[in-house]
C-alpha cells in the first residue's frame, strides 16, 4: 500500500486480497484530501509526533500545530508521501523546507506508521456515523407518527427470541421510548417499518465496530523500533471495518427512501404530492446512486491499492445517507404539520387559560406525537421559523429546508447536538420513557395465555391424580453439587448463583435430580409423585427455548415387577397428550441397555459411550450424515464404526415388527447379554401397551438417545406431528441408578416429564386458528348499575357472591358499555338497574348470546339467576 494507507514500503505495492493489484489510476489518487479530512488527519499526526517515544525535533510538531491553526489552505496539502507533507506544510506556512533541515529518519518513520490520512479520514466517519446511528432513529420515528405506524411494531419479543442481538433490542427500546404517548396508531405494515429494528441495529453495530478500532488507533503510541509489518494489517482491519459501514448505510439508505416514499405518497393534492415527489426525485439521492458508490467502494476496497481512496468515498457515502435522512426528516414534517388532525401544541408552553380549556373543549379532539418526537419537532420547526420566511406548507422553502439540514449532519452543529442531546435524555434519563423489558429467555403471560395455562395445569393434575400420584415441591434452588455431574456434556447450561458468603448453590435444572435428592434425604423405598414447576437453564434464548419455563413431572419410585411403572407411565404420557387435545403425536421408545449393547457390537469404545449418545440424540434435528462428521472428527471414531451404527440408528417403526426383525435369528443383539434383556423388557412393554390401546401412537426408534446421563432402561420422548413446529413435547426413561448416587441406597424409579411451554405453543395456535373466544375470567353475571349508586350496586351484588356466583359490577349510565364488556369477556347474562327497574321492583336480565331479556322479581333476583346457570339457559 502507499504511505496514504500508513503501511511500509516493502508492502506498497500489497492489494487486498490480491498480490497482483491492478494499478492505481491517476484519478484515483489521494495525495490531496477535502479540506475536513486535511484536519482531522493533521490533528492525528500531530497527537502521533507529541506521544512518539521516537526522536522529534520540536519544529515538526510546531509546524502541524500552525498549518492547524490556519484557516485554509489545507486541501493543498500532499500526504502522497513523508517529504511531499513536510515541503507542503512548510510552504503552508510560508517557510521553506531547507530552513527546518529536512525530516529526519525517526520523524519518516513515525509519519508513516501513524497513518494520518486514513485515521484522520476514519476519525470523521466515526463521528458522522455516530451521530446519524441515533439521529436515524428519530427520524424514523417521525415517519412512524407521519403515516401512522402502530408503535406496538417495536414491542419487545415475549419468547426471548432476538434478545441476543442487543442492538437490535436496543433500537427497539428506542423507538418504544420515542413513540410513548403517542396516539399517531394505524395498521401501516410495510419492510420499511417493519425492518427497522433490524437494518438500524445492523447500523449501531457497524458504527460500534469502526468506533472500537479507532478508538484504538488514536490512543496508540508508535514505537519505530518495533517491527512495521503489523502496519499493513492494521491498514485491512480498517478498511474492513469501514466497508462493514459502508454496507450498512446502504441498507440504511434503501430503508429511508422507502419511507421517505410513504410519506410522499401521503401528502397533500395530487398536484402538490406531484410537485413534492418531483423535487424530492431530483434533489434527494436516489438509491441507484448509493449502489454505484457502494460497488465503487467495495471494489477499490478488495482489488485497489489505495485504501484512502476507499475511506474519502466511504465518507461521501455517508454524506449522501445524511441528506436522504434529511429529506426524510422534512417530508415527514410537512406531513405533520398539514395534519390538522394531529395536536401540535408547543412542548412546555404552560397551562391553558380557562377561556382557552372552555374552547378548547368545543374542539374535536386531537392526536397526539409521541413524547419523544414531539421534542424532536418542536427544536426542528423552531430552527426552522428562524432561517426560514415562509411558512413550511410553501414547497420551495421545503426544498431549501432539505438541502440546508443535510450539512449539519456532516460536523458538529448546533441544531445537531441539541437533537442529539435531547434524544438521549428521550431514551436514557427517563424511565417513564425507556420502558423496562424483561431478561432475555424469560416472558410475560397475559389474560388470555393465563387462561390456557390453567386450564391446561386443571387438566394434567387430574391425570396425574387419577393415577394416585401425589404432589411434591423442592427448592427452586439446590447445592451446586447436587446438580453437577448428572447431565452430561449438558452441565453446562446450569444457572449457577453468586456465592453469598456460604454455600454454592445453583437454579434446578430439571425436576428429577431434586425428586432423587428429596428420596435419597428422605430415606423412601416407594414414592408416585408429580410436580408441576418452573425449571432454568442457561441456554441461547431463540424461538420455543427459553432460560425459565415450566415442567410436568410424573414420577414413580420403588421396587415393582418389570415394566410395570414403565407401563404406567408412558400410558400415563398417552392419556395426558391426548386430553389436551392437541392433535397428532407419536411416542418414540427405545432402551439404553439396548443402545450400549448396539455401540459396543459396532465397536465404540466403553469410555465414549455417553459422548457418542450424545451425538445419536441430535438425529432428530441433523442428517446422519452431520452426525458421522461429529463422530469422527470430534469424538475420534473411525469412519468404520460410524458407519456400522448408522445401519442401525437408520432403523425405526411399529414396536412389535421391529422387535421381531431384532430377535431374529441372525440378530447381533442375542449374544448381547443387556441387549437381549433390554429386548425381552420392550416385548413386555409394547404388550401391555397393546393391551391398553395405546400402542398405535408409539414408535421403536432406534435413533433414540436420550443425551442426560443417568437414563438405564428404557427412554422415550413425544413429538408433535401437526404444522406447529416445536419438536419434542414430552421425554423420560428409567434411571434405577440416580437415587443411589445420593445414599448409596438403590431406589429404581422411572418417570416423564411433559414439555408444558411448547404444549402451550401448540394450544395457543390451535386457538388463533380456530378463532375461538379465549375467557380470561369465570364470570357468570355482570350487575350493570345505570347510574353512580355504589350503596344499591352493593346491595345487589353481595347476594350474589354470597351465592358463590361469579359477579362482577359496574357503575356506568351507558348500557351498551356493560353489553360491550360481556361480549368481549364472554360473560353470559347481564343485570340492568335502572330507575325504570327500581320503580316496578324487577330487575332486567339479558341473556348476551340469544338477546333476549326478561324482568325477574327483585325479591328473589338470587333464585333466578341460580336456575338459569344450573340449567344453562
Same mark, same amino acid.
Given at each position: 500500500?502507499?504511505?496514504?494507507?500508513?503501511?511500509?514500503?516493502?508492502?506498497?505495492?500489497?492489494?487486498?486480497?490480491?498480490?497482483?493489484?491492478?494499478?492505481?489510476?491517476?484519478?484515483?489518487?489521494?495525495?490531496?484530501?477535502?479540506?475536513?479530512?486535511?484536519?482531522?488527519?493533521?490533528?492525528?499526526?500531530?497527537?502521533?509526533?507529541?506521544?512518539?517515544?521516537?526522536?522529534? *525535533?520540536?519544529?515538526?510538531?510546531?509546524?502541524?500545530?500552525?498549518?492547524?491553526?490556519?484557516?485554509?489552505?489545507?486541501?493543498?496539502?500532499?500526504?502522497?508521501?513523508?517529504?511531499?507533507?513536510?515541503?507542503?506544510?512548510?510552504?503552508?506556512?510560508?517557510? *521553506?523546507?531547507?530552513?527546518?533541515?529536512?525530516?529526519?529518519?525517526?520523524?519518516?518513520?513515525?509519519?508513516?506508521?501513524?497513518?494520518?490520512?486514513?485515521?484522520?479520514? /476514519?476519525?470523521?466517519?466515526?463521528?458522522?456515523?455516530?451521530?446519524?446511528?441515533?439521529?436515524?432513529?428519530?427520524?424514523?420515528?417521525?415517519?412512524?407518527?407521519?403515516?401512522?405506524?402502530?408503535?406496538?411494531?417495536?414491542?419487545?419479543?415475549?419468547?426471548?427470541?432476538?434478545?441476543? %442481538?442487543?442492538? !437490535?433490542?436496543?433500537?427497539?427500546?428506542?423507538?418504544?421510548?420515542?413513540?410513548?404517548?403517542?396516539?399517531?396508531?394505524?395498521?401501516?405494515?410495510?419492510?420499511?417499518?417493519? &425492518?427497522?429494528? #433490524?437494518?438500524?441495529?445492523?447500523?449501531?453495530?457497524?458504527?460500534?465496530?469502526?468506533?472500537?478500532?479507532?478508538?484504538?488507533?488514536?490512543?496508540?503510541?508508535?514505537?519505530?523500533?518495533?517491527?512495521?509489518?503489523?502496519?499493513?494489517?492494521?491498514?485491512?482491519?480498517?478498511?474492513?471495518?469501514?466497508?462493514?459501514?459502508?454496507?450498512?448505510?446502504?441498507?440504511?439508505?434503501?430503508?429511508?427512501?422507502?419511507?421517505?416514499?410513504?410519506?410522499?405518497?401521503?401528502?397533500?393534492?395530487?398536484?402538490?404530492?406531484?410537485?413534492? !415527489?418531483?423535487?424530492?426525485?431530483?434533489?434527494?439521492?436516489?438509491?441507484?446512486?448509493?449502489?454505484?458508490?457502494?460497488?465503487?467502494?467495495?471494489?477499490?476496497?478488495?482489488?485497489?491499492?489505495?485504501?484512502?481512496?476507499?475511506?474519502?468515498?466511504?465518507?461521501?457515502?455517508?454524506?449522501?445517507?445524511?441528506?436522504?435522512?434529511?429529506?426524510?426528516?422534512?417530508?415527514?414534517?410537512?406531513?405533520?404539520?398539514?395534519?390538522?388532525?394531529?395536536?401540535?401544541?408547543?412542548?412546555?408552553?404552560?397551562?391553558?387559560?380557562?377561556?382557552?380549556?372552555?374552547?378548547?373543549?368545543?374542539?374535536?379532539?386531537?392526536?397526539?406525537?409521541? %413524547?419523544?418526537?414531539?421534542?424532536?419537532?418542536?427544536?426542528?420547526?423552531?430552527?426552522?421559523?428562524?432561517?426560514?420566511?415562509?411558512?413550511?406548507?410553501?414547497?420551495?422553502?421545503?426544498?431549501?429546508?432539505?438541502?440546508?439540514?443535510?450539512?449539519?449532519?456532516?460536523?458538529?452543529?448546533?441544531?445537531?447536538?441539541?437533537?442529539?442531546?435531547?434524544?438521549?435524555?428521550?431514551?436514557?434519563?427517563?424511565?417513564?420513557?425507556?420502558?423496562?423489558?424483561?431478561?432475555?429467555?424469560?416472558?410475560?403471560?397475559?389474560?388470555?395465555?393465563?387462561?390456557?395455562?390453567?386450564?391446561?395445569?386443571? +387438566?394434567?393434575?387430574?391425570?396425574?391424580?387419577?393415577?394416585?400420584?401425589?404432589?411434591?415441591?423442592?427448592?427452586?434452588?439446590?447445592?451446586?453439587?447436587?446438580?453437577?455431574?448428572?447431565?452430561?456434556?449438558?452441565?453446562?447450561?446450569?444457572?449457577?448463583?453468586?456465592?453469598?458468603?456460604?454455600?454454592?448453590?445453583?437454579?434446578?435444572?430439571?425436576?428429577?435430580?431434586?425428586?432423587?435428592?428429596?428420596?435419597?434425604?428422605?430415606?423412601?423405598?416407594?414414592?408416585?409423585?408429580?410436580?408441576?414447576?418452573?425449571?432454568? *437453564?442457561?441456554?441461547?434464548?431463540?424461538?420455543?427455548?427459553?432460560?425459565?419455563?415450566?415442567? /410436568?413431572?410424573?414420577?414413580?419410585?420403588?421396587?415393582?415387577?418389570?415394566?410395570?411403572?414403565?407401563?404406567?407411565?408412558?400410558?400415563?404420557?398417552?392419556?395426558?397428550?391426548?386430553?389436551?387435545?392437541?392433535?397428532?403425536?407419536?411416542?418414540?421408545?427405545?432402551?439404553?441397555?439396548?443402545?450400549?449393547?448396539?455401540?459396543?457390537? /459396532?465397536?465404540?469404545?466403553?469410555? =465414549?459411550? *455417553?459422548?457418542? /449418545?450424545?451425538?445419536?440424540?441430535?438425529?432428530?434435528?441433523?442428517?446422519?450424515?452431520?452426525? !458421522?462428521?461429529?463422530?469422527?472428527?470430534?469424538?475420534?471414531?473411525?469412519?468404520?464404526?460410524?458407519?456400522?451404527?448408522?445401519?442401525?440408528?437408520?432403523?425405526?417403526?411399529?414396536?412389535?415388527?421391529?422387535?421381531?426383525?431384532?430377535?431374529?435369528?441372525?440378530?447381533?443383539?442375542?449374544?448381547?447379554?443387556?441387549?437381549?434383556?433390554?429386548?425381552?423388557?420392550?416385548?413386555?412393554?409394547?404388550?401391555?401397551?397393546?393391551?391398553?390401546?395405546?400402542?398405535?401412537?408409539?414408535?421403536?426408534?432406534?435413533?433414540?438417545?436420550?443425551?442426560?446421563?443417568?437414563?438405564?432402561?428404557? +427412554?422415550?420422548?413425544?413429538?408433535?406431528?401437526?404444522?406447529?413446529?416445536?419438536?419434542?413435547?414430552?421425554? &423420560?426413561?428409567?434411571?434405577?441408578?440416580?437415587?443411589?448416587?445420593?445414599?448409596?441406597?438403590?431406589?429404581?424409579?422411572?418417570?416423564?416429564?411433559?414439555? +408444558?411451554?411448547?404444549?402451550?405453543?401448540?394450544?395457543?395456535?390451535?386457538?388463533?386458528?380456530?378463532?375461538?373466544?379465549?375467557?380470561?375470567?369465570?364470570?357468570?353475571?355482570?350487575?350493570?348499575?345505570?347510574?353512580?349508586?355504589?350503596?344499591?350496586?352493593?346491595?345487589?351484588?353481595?347476594?350474589?357472591?354470597?351465592?358463590?356466583?361469579?359477579?362482577?359490577?359496574?357503575?356506568?349510565?351507558?348500557?351498551?358499555?356493560?353489553?360491550?364488556?360481556?361480549? =368481549?369477556?364472554?360473560?353470559?347474562?347481564?343485570?340492568?338497574?335502572?330507575?325504570? #327497574?327500581?320503580?316496578?321492583?324487577?330487575?332486567?336480565?339479558?341473556?348476551? !348470546?340469544?338477546?333476549?331479556?326478561?324482568?325477574?322479581?327483585?325479591?328473589?333476583?338470587?333464585?333466578?339467576?341460580?336456575?338459569?346457570?344450573?340449567?344453562?339457559?
Amino acid at each position: 500500500m502507499a504511505f496514504t494507507g500508513g503501511a511500509a514500503t516493502a508492502v506498497t505495492t500489497g492489494g487486498r486480497g490480491s498480490s497482483s493489484p491492478p494499478p492505481l489510476s491517476k484519478e484515483e489518487s489521494s495525495k490531496f484530501l477535502a479540506l475536513e479530512e486535511a484536519r482531522s488527519s493533521l490533528s492525528v499526526l500531530l497527537n502521533k509526533l507529541v506521544l512518539s517515544d521516537s526522536t522529534i *525535533r520540536p519544529s515538526l510538531p510546531s509546524l502541524v500545530e500552525k498549518a492547524l491553526d490556519l484557516c485554509s489552505g489545507h486541501h493543498l496539502l500532499d500526504f502522497g508521501s513523508p517529504l511531499g507533507l513536510f515541503t507542503s506544510l512548510c510552504l503552508l506556512n510560508g517557510k *521553506r523546507s531547507d530552513e527546518l533541515g529536512g525530516v529526519n529518519r525517526d520523524e519518516i518513520g513515525v509519519i508513516l506508521r501513524s497513518a494520518a490520512s486514513s485515521v484522520g479520514i /476514519c476519525s470523521i466517519l466515526d463521528f458522522c456515523s455516530s451521530s446519524l446511528a441515533k439521529l436515524s432513529d428519530a427520524v424514523a420515528a417521525l415517519s412512524c407518527e407521519a403515516v401512522r405506524v402502530d408503535p406496538a411494531l417495536f414491542d419487545l419479543s415475549p419468547s426471548g427470541e432476538d434478545f441476543s %442481538r442487543k442492538d !437490535k433490542t436496543d433500537v427497539r427500546s428506542d423507538m418504544r421510548a420515542l413513540l410513548f404517548g403517542s396516539k399517531l396508531v394505524g395498521q401501516v405494515s410495510s419492510k420499511a417499518f417493519t &425492518g427497522i429494528p #433490524e437494518v438500524h441495529g445492523r447500523f449501531r453495530e457497524a458504527v460500534k465496530y469502526l468506533h472500537g478500532r479507532i478508538r484504538t488507533e488514536l490512543n496508540s503510541v508508535i514505537n519505530t523500533r518495533n517491527t512495521e509489518v503489523g502496519d499493513y494489517w492494521k491498514e485491512n482491519l480498517l478498511v474492513d471495518s469501514v466497508v462493514q459501514l459502508a454496507v450498512s448505510v446502504g441498507y440504511m439508505s434503501e430503508i429511508s427512501l422507502d419511507r421517505t416514499k410513504s410519506v410522499v405518497a401521503l401528502l397533500g393534492s395530487g398536484e402538490l404530492r406531484k410537485t413534492i !415527489k418531483e423535487e424530492f426525485e431530483e434533489k434527494c439521492p436516489s438509491l441507484d446512486t448509493m449502489r454505484e458508490e457502494l460497488h465503487f467502494i467495495i471494489e477499490k476496497a478488495y482489488f485497489g491499492s489505495d485504501s484512502v481512496v476507499v475511506f474519502h468515498n466511504v465518507n461521501e457515502l455517508v454524506k449522501k445517507f445524511g441528506k436522504i435522512l434529511s429529506w426524510e426528516m422534512v417530508m415527514s414534517l410537512y406531513a405533520i404539520e398539514m395534519d390538522d388532525s394531529v395536536d401540535k401544541q408547543e412542548v412546555g408552553s404552560g397551562e391553558s387559560t380557562k377561556d382557552e380549556k372552555k374552547s378548547e373543549k368545543k374542539k374535536r379532539k386531537k392526536k397526539t406525537l409521541g %413524547r419523544g418526537t414531539a421534542i424532536v419537532r418542536q427544536i426542528l420547526m423552531d430552527w426552522f421559523r428562524s432561517t426560514n420566511d415562509a411558512a413550511i406548507d410553501n414547497v420551495s422553502a421545503l426544498v431549501q429546508w432539505a438541502e440546508q439540514l443535510s450539512p449539519c449532519f456532516d460536523l458538529d452543529d448546533a441544531v445537531l447536538g441539541a437533537i442529539l442531546e435531547k434524544i438521549k435524555e428521550i431514551v436514557e434519563s427517563n424511565e417513564t420513557r425507556r420502558l423496562p423489558k424483561i431478561p432475555k429467555g424469560t416472558r410475560d403471560f397475559g389474560k388470555d395465555q393465563m387462561a390456557i395455562r390453567v386450564r391446561a395445569f386443571s +387438566i394434567i393434575n387430574k391425570v396425574f391424580k387419577r393415577h394416585g400420584a401425589v404432589a411434591l415441591d423442592t427448592p427452586v434452588f439446590e447445592l451446586r453439587e447436587t446438580l453437577t455431574g448428572k447431565y452430561g456434556e449438558d452441565s453446562k447450561l446450569i444457572y449457577d448463583l453468586a456465592d453469598q458468603g456460604g454455600e454454592l448453590c445453583s437454579l434446578r435444572y430439571d425436576l428429577t435430580v431434586p425428586f432423587a435428592r428429596y428420596i435419597a434425604m428422605n430415606n423412601i423405598s416407594s414414592l408416585k409423585r408429580y410436580h408441576i414447576a418452573k425449571v432454568y *437453564r442457561r441456554d441461547n434464548p431463540s424461538k420455543g427455548r427459553y432460560r425459565e419455563f415450566y415442567q /410436568c413431572d410424573f414420577d414413580i419410585a420403588g421396587q415393582y415387577e418389570v415394566m410395570q411403572p414403565d407401563f404406567e407411565v408412558i400410558r400415563v404420557l398417552t392419556e395426558l397428550l391426548d386430553e389436551l387435545n392437541i392433535g397428532n403425536y407419536e411416542v418414540k421408545v427405545n432402551h439404553r441397555k439396548l443402545l450400549d449393547g448396539m455401540l459396543e457390537i /459396532c465397536g465404540v469404545p466403553s469410555e =465414549k459411550l *455417553r459422548t457418542v /449418545c450424545s451425538s445419536i440424540d441430535k438425529l432428530d434435528k441433523q442428517s446422519f450424515e452431520q452426525v !458421522k462428521r461429529e463422530l469422527v472428527e470430534e469424538k475420534g471414531l473411525a469412519a468404520e464404526i460410524a458407519d456400522r451404527i448408522g445401519s442401525f440408528v437408520k432403523k425405526r417403526g411399529s414396536p412389535l415388527e421391529l422387535l421381531s426383525e431384532l430377535k431374529g435369528m441372525d440378530s447381533p443383539f442375542l449374544g448381547h447379554s443387556g441387549s437381549s434383556s433390554a429386548l425381552n423388557e420392550l416385548e413386555l412393554l409394547f404388550k401391555a401397551l397393546e393391551k391398553s390401546k395405546c400402542l398405535g401412537k408409539i414408535v421403536f426408534d432406534l435413533s433414540l438417545a436420550r443425551g442426560l446421563d443417568y437414563y438405564t432402561g428404557v +427412554i422415550f420422548e413425544a413429538v408433535f406431528k401437526g404444522a406447529t413446529q416445536v419438536g419434542s413435547i414430552a421425554a &423420560g426413561g428409567r434411571y434405577d441408578n440416580l437415587v443411589g448416587m445420593f445414599s448409596g441406597k438403590q431406589v429404581p424409579a422411572v418417570g416423564v416429564s411433559l414439555g +408444558i411451554e411448547r404444549v402451550f405453543t401448540i394450544m395457543e395456535q390451535l386457538h388463533k386458528e380456530g378463532n375461538e373466544v379465549i375467557r380470561a375470567m369465570d364470570t357468570q353475571v355482570l350487575v350493570a348499575i345505570l347510574n353512580k349508586d355504589l350503596l344499591l350496586a352493593s346491595e345487589l351484588v353481595s347476594p350474589l357472591w354470597d351465592a358463590k356466583i361469579e359477579t362482577e359490577f359496574g357503575l356506568d349510565k351507558r348500557a351498551r358499555n356493560y353489553i360491550d364488556e360481556a361480549i =368481549k369477556s364472554g360473560i353470559p347474562w347481564v343485570v340492568f338497574v335502572g330507575e325504570s #327497574e327500581l320503580e316496578r321492583g324487577v330487575l332486567k336480565l339479558k341473556n348476551i !348470546k340469544t338477546h333476549q331479556e326478561e324482568d325477574i322479581p327483585r325479591e328473589r333476583f338470587v333464585e333466578e339467576i341460580q336456575s338459569r346457570l344450573l340449567n344453562n339457559v
